[in-house]
């Protein structure tokens, strides 16, 4: 095929179109024929044998949209859709990215799910083992069911196991079935293979099969497909490059945070997708069920897309979706308008067909933010950028609008002043989440220190407050093998047994499940942090707990949280050497604490009667807990007295900070801080750019500013009543991120 460049086409008549396609190889000179003639493409004695009591043919506008390069080949999408401008945003996206480079995809087999529920389980556990023990058998069997899809190179690939409680109190086992079914859409195949397999699996554990049916979750078979755009591309008649990106961003991260807004977003992913999917015959609806469904696979319904600024100031975007399209079956075979549809694609496969779809998703998606953010609508711009914050920082419902209006009237739309105008309230760290089909949920607070570091590595007390909800740890079990997944802190890992690289997260997970004795089972572990790793701020404690929890509830180990604190703890001496133990007992407990290393007795929660007026900010620099705590250990093995006096003094502070703290004594609390920071300085643990923030904070009015963590980069924590606004502003304007203590 010819170049999908069509300059022009908007103006051609529909025959100069159709000519046109056919000229370029787009369309064969019958297919061509078929659209001049201008009959129904679906004939009515041919739509009396797809569904029952037909009556007529409804018709749906069949367009084309132009300018796509996919993985540096040429396509022209064909689009069925009655809703105007779509294609032409498409189009018009396909033009932007063209020049860019093109998109570009990548995807996992298409593998279909399909579920066997059983019932009458009373040992839910026995009954897996039985299954899991019968799987090659049930694998076999289940292939016999469709011996031509074998043939193909697909078949069943493998089998899941998942357990659940139902409301009366009984259990229920479900058995997935992974299928991979070529390209078909396969609802058929995996239907008839389920239910052949019914008898064998109640044979094999003793319960009752009720459903047998496909899942519309195709989760097993996600599409990807990005591109990157230069600023030059995106400067309109009316507005800089630089505002049509940012608004961008703006627009998405607003359906991160808002499934209003996201449901909105995510509908006009679909647009394309849902238009190319009914052009070629596919299960559109199947498509929708699983897209919405994995938008909202971490509890929380979000944006499909992201898109963020590059380094370099270009525009980088990505969507990623499940999405099982077929080009065999269905339909297709008696739907001849599907199969032009299919024909002018030009695709060879299900797999590069799912791929085109994804691509198409993702140019409607810029069409539709691009024009959001840039058509006369700067007033609804600041707006929008309002209503995201205020989302962001949980504002109730019953004063969004007044901090809304309130944020845009200052002229600070920030979070901390949509917190300071509604009073949010720092709700109480959450330790645990429940698990939701077949995911195991568990969630651990990070920490920020007020008093104390280095000294609590000696048997001195430390105060530091929980930074809630910082990381969540998401877990399900697979087959074999582990999977350990990051993505905020660039952690991938895939691993069975030895074949590991040993190293960092990785050997977190193997020490974690040693420790709980699952050594040997796969699982699949995805963790979500909202804190920087390396920062001084627990990161690593949070990812241990976080972990640790995940399996408590997955595996129903009943854990307490002294167990499970005590495993982190030994996560912890693993990571950094020699902690002092706070890291862990923060994310365990979620509370406010002065703790002490060498005794429980000595180490008690601290109360608070308020929020404290902290603002704390990273640096960005990543420093070393390990290596700054054995650097420490160096000097004081080389001036013990001085090092042991100037520990005993920390720990003073830390005690008498605590005091000062409960009694909301904001002005003796931030000159401990300046002390303690001192100190810290003295013991060469800070850097030029803490002590920069830490003047930029003091400057601003913090009444106390100092190093929290380990030090050799991380981040600071300032003292700062009645001057929050200000100094998140001034360390904001320096380019610094600021770390919230709460999560909403």
Same mark, same amino acid.
């Given at each position: 095929?010819?170049?999908?460049?069509?300059?022009?086409?908007?103006?051609?008549?529909?025959?100069?179109?159709?000519?046109?396609?056919?000229?370029?190889?787009?369309?064969?000179?019958?297919?061509?024929?078929?659209?001049?003639?201008?009959?129904?493409?679906?004939?009515?004695?041919?739509?009396?044998?797809?569904?029952?009591?037909?009556?007529?043919?409804?018709?749906?506008?069949?367009?084309?949209?132009?300018?796509?390069?996919?993985?540096?080949?040429?396509?022209?999408?064909?689009?069925?859709?009655?809703?105007?401008?779509?294609?032409?945003?498409?189009?018009?996206?396909?033009?932007?990215?063209?020049?860019?480079?093109?998109?570009?995809?990548?995807?996992?087999?298409?593998?279909?799910?399909?579920?066997?529920?059983?019932?009458?389980?009373?040992?839910?556990?026995?009954?897996?083992?039985?299954?899991?023990?019968?799987?090659?058998?049930?694998?076999?069997? &289940?292939?016999?069911?469709?011996? +031509?899809?074998? @043939?193909? =190179?697909?078949? #069943?690939?493998?089998?899941?196991?998942? *357990? %659940? $409680?139902?409301?009366?109190?009984?259990?229920?086992?479900?058995?997935?079935?992974?299928?991979?079914?070529?390209?078909?859409?396969?609802?058929?195949?995996?239907?008839?293979?389920?239910?052949?397999?019914?008898?064998?699996?109640?044979?094999?554990?003793?319960?009752?099969?009720?459903?047998?049916?496909?899942?519309?979750?195709?989760?097993?078979?996600?599409?990807?497909?990005?591109?990157?755009?230069?600023?030059?591309?995106?400067?309109?008649?009316?507005?800089?490059?630089?505002?049509?990106?940012?608004?961008?961003?703006?627009?998405?991260?607003?359906?991160?945070?808002?499934?209003?807004?996201?449901?909105?977003?995510?509908?006009?992913?679909?647009?394309?997708?849902?238009?190319?999917?009914? &052009?070629?015959?596919?299960?559109? +609806?199947?498509? @929708?069920? =699983?897209?919405? #469904?994995?938008?909202?696979?971490?509890? *929380? %319904? $979000?944006?499909?897309?992201?898109?963020?600024?590059?380094?370099?100031?270009?525009?980088?975007?990505?969507?990623?979706?499940?999405?099982?399209?077929?080009?065999?079956?269905?339909?297709?075979?008696?739907?001849?308008?599907?199969?032009?549809?299919?024909?002018?694609?030009?695709?060879?496969?299900?797999?590069?067909?799912?791929?085109?779809?994804?691509?198409?998703?993702?140019?409607?998606?810029?069409?539709?933010?691009?024009?959001?953010?840039?058509?006369?609508?700067?007033?609804?711009?600041?707006?929008?950028?309002?209503?995201?914050?205020?989302?962001?920082?949980?504002?109730?419902?019953?004063?969004?609008?007044?901090?809304?209006?309130?944020?845009?009237?200052?002229?600070?739309?920030?979070?901390?002043?949509?917190?300071?105008?509604?009073?949010?309230?720092?709700?109480?760290?959450?330790?645990?989440?429940?698990?939701?089909?077949?995911?195991?949920?568990?969630?651990?607070?990070?920490?920020?220190?007020?008093?104390?570091?280095?000294?609590?590595?000696?048997?001195?007390?430390?105060?530091?407050?929980?930074?809630?909800?910082?990381?969540?740890?998401?877990?399900?079990?697979?087959?074999?093998?582990?999977?350990?997944?990051?993505?905020?802190?660039?952690?991938?890992?895939?691993?069975?047994?030895?074949?590991?690289?040993?190293?960092?997260?990785?050997?977190?997970?193997?020490?974690?499940?040693?420790?709980?004795?699952?050594?040997?089972?796969?699982?699949?572990?995805?963790?979500?942090?909202?804190?920087?790793?390396?920062?001084?701020?627990?990161?690593?404690?949070?990812?241990?707990?976080?972990?640790?929890?995940?399996?408590?509830?997955?595996?129903?180990?009943?854990?307490?949280?002294?167990?499970?604190?005590?495993?982190?703890?030994?996560?912890?001496?693993?990571?950094?050497?020699?902690?002092?133990?706070?890291?862990?007992?923060?994310?365990?407990?979620?509370?406010?604490?002065?703790?002490?290393?060498?005794?429980?007795?000595?180490?008690?929660?601290?109360?608070?009667?308020?929020?404290?007026?902290?603002?704390?900010?990273?640096?960005?620099?990543?420093?070393?807990?390990?290596?700054?705590?054995?650097?420490?250990?160096?000097?004081?093995?080389?001036?013990?007295?001085?090092?042991?006096?100037?520990?005993?003094?920390?720990?003073?502070?830390?005690?008498?900070?605590?005091?000062?703290?409960?009694?909301?004594?904001?002005?003796?609390?931030?000159?401990?801080?300046?002390?303690?920071?001192?100190?810290?300085?003295?013991?060469?643990?800070?850097?030029?750019?803490?002590?920069?923030?830490?003047?930029?904070?003091?400057?601003?009015?913090?009444?106390?500013?100092?190093?929290?963590?380990?030090?050799?980069?991380?981040?600071?924590?300032?003292?700062?009543?009645?001057?929050?606004?200000?100094?998140?502003?001034?360390?904001?304007?320096?380019?610094?991120?600021?770390?919230?203590?709460?999560?909403?």
């Amino acid at each position: 095929m010819s170049n999908s460049r069509i300059a022009g086409l908007y103006r051609m008549s529909i025959v100069e179109r159709i000519n046109a396609l056919a000229d370029r190889g787009f369309l064969d000179r019958d297919a061509a024929n078929a659209l001049l003639d201008g009959a129904p493409l679906l004939p009515r004695n041919t739509a009396e044998k797809m569904i029952e009591n037909v009556i007529g043919v409804f018709g749906l506008p069949f367009g084309i949209a132009p300018n796509f390069l996919v993985n540096d080949k040429d396509y022209i999408v064909p689009m069925v859709v009655e809703e105007p401008s779509i294609i032409a945003g498409v189009s018009g996206a396909a033009a932007i990215f063209r020049d860019n480079g093109g998109i570009a995809t990548s995807s996992t087999d298409p593998v279909l799910i399909g579920q066997i529920q059983i019932v009458g389980i009373r040992d839910p556990d026995k009954a897996v083992q039985s299954l899991y023990s019968a799987q090659d058998d049930l694998l076999t069997l &289940a292939n016999k069911f469709q011996p +031509r899809l074998m @043939e193909r =190179g697909g078949g #069943a690939r493998g089998l899941e196991f998942y *357990k %659940y $409680r139902l409301p009366d109190g009984d259990w229920t086992v479900v058995l997935h079935l992974l299928v991979d079914t070529r390209d078909a859409m396969g609802a058929n195949i995996v239907n008839t293979m389920c239910e052949g397999l019914a008898p064998k699996v109640e044979e094999v554990c003793g319960g009752n099969v009720v459903l047998r049916i496909l899942s519309n979750l195709a989760d097993k078979s996600l599409v990807k497909a990005s591109v990157t755009i230069t600023l030059a591309s995106l400067i309109t008649g009316s507005h800089s490059a630089e505002f049509v990106r940012d608004g961008i961003v703006l627009a998405n991260d607003f359906a991160n945070t808002d499934p209003y807004r996201a449901a909105t977003h995510n509908k006009g992913i679909m647009n394309g997708i849902d238009a190319l999917a009914i &052009a070629t015959g596919n299960d559109w +609806r199947a498509i @929708e069920a =699983g897209a919405h #469904a994995f938008a909202a696979k971490d509890g *929380k %319904y $979000r944006s499909l897309t992201s898109w963020s600024v590059e380094p370099n100031g270009d525009l980088t975007g990505e969507l990623v979706v499940p999405l099982k399209a077929g080009t065999v079956g269905g339909s297709l075979a008696s739907n001849p308008g599907a199969r032009m549809g299919l024909a002018i694609t030009g695709v060879t496969s299900a797999t590069e067909l799912a791929e085109l779809m994804a691509a198409t998703g993702l140019a409607q998606n810029f069409a539709a933010l691009r024009a959001l953010v840039s058509h006369g609508i700067q007033k609804g711009h600041m707006s929008l950028h309002a209503r995201s914050v205020a989302a962001a920082a949980g504002v109730p419902e019953d004063r969004f609008d007044q901090v809304v209006a309130g944020m845009i009237e200052s002229g600070d739309v920030k979070t901390w002043k949509a917190e300071e105008l509604s009073g949010v309230a720092l709700p109480g760290a959450t330790t645990a989440a429940q698990p939701v089909e077949g995911i195991a949920t568990g969630v651990a607070c990070a920490k920020v220190i007020i008093l104390g570091e280095h000294a609590a590595v000696y048997d001195r007390h430390v105060l530091a407050l929980p930074i809630e909800s910082a990381v969540t740890a998401q877990i399900v079990e697979r087959e074999k093998g582990v999977t350990l997944s990051i993505p905020d802190w660039d952690i991938h890992d895939d691993w069975s047994g030895p074949e590991r690289v040993p190293g960092g997260a990785s050997d977190v997970v193997d020490l974690i499940m040693r420790e709980l004795r699952v050594t040997g089972r796969g699982f699949d572990i995805r963790v979500y942090p909202r804190v920087p790793l390396g920062m001084g701020l627990g990161s690593s404690a949070a990812f241990a707990v976080a972990v640790i929890r995940a399996f408590n509830n997955l595996l129903g180990l009943e854990k307490s949280d002294l167990e499970i604190d005590r495993i982190a703890f030994r996560c912890e001496s693993l990571t950094h050497g020699t902690p002092s133990g706070i890291d862990n007992n923060i994310a365990t407990f979620g509370e406010p604490v002065l703790y002490s290393k060498g005794s429980s007795t000595r180490t008690r929660p601290v109360p608070l009667p308020q929020i404290p007026p902290l603002v704390v900010a990273s640096s960005g620099t990543r420093g070393s807990t390990g290596d700054m705590v054995a650097g420490v250990r160096e000097r004081f093995s080389k001036n013990e007295a001085l090092y042991t006096t100037i520990f005993d003094e920390i720990d003073e502070l830390s005690i008498a900070g605590a005091k000062a703290l409960q009694e909301s004594d904001y002005e003796y609390l931030g000159s401990m801080m300046n002390v303690c920071h001192g100190f810290l300085n003295a013991i060469e643990v800070s850097t030029p750019e803490l002590e920069k923030m830490i003047q930029i904070a003091r400057s601003a009015g913090a009444l106390g500013a100092k190093l929290t963590g380990a030090g050799g980069g991380g981040s600071i924590v300032a003292l700062c009543p009645g001057k929050v606004s200000e100094v998140t502003g001034a360390l904001e304007r320096a380019g610094y991120e600021i770390v919230r203590l709460n999560a909403s």
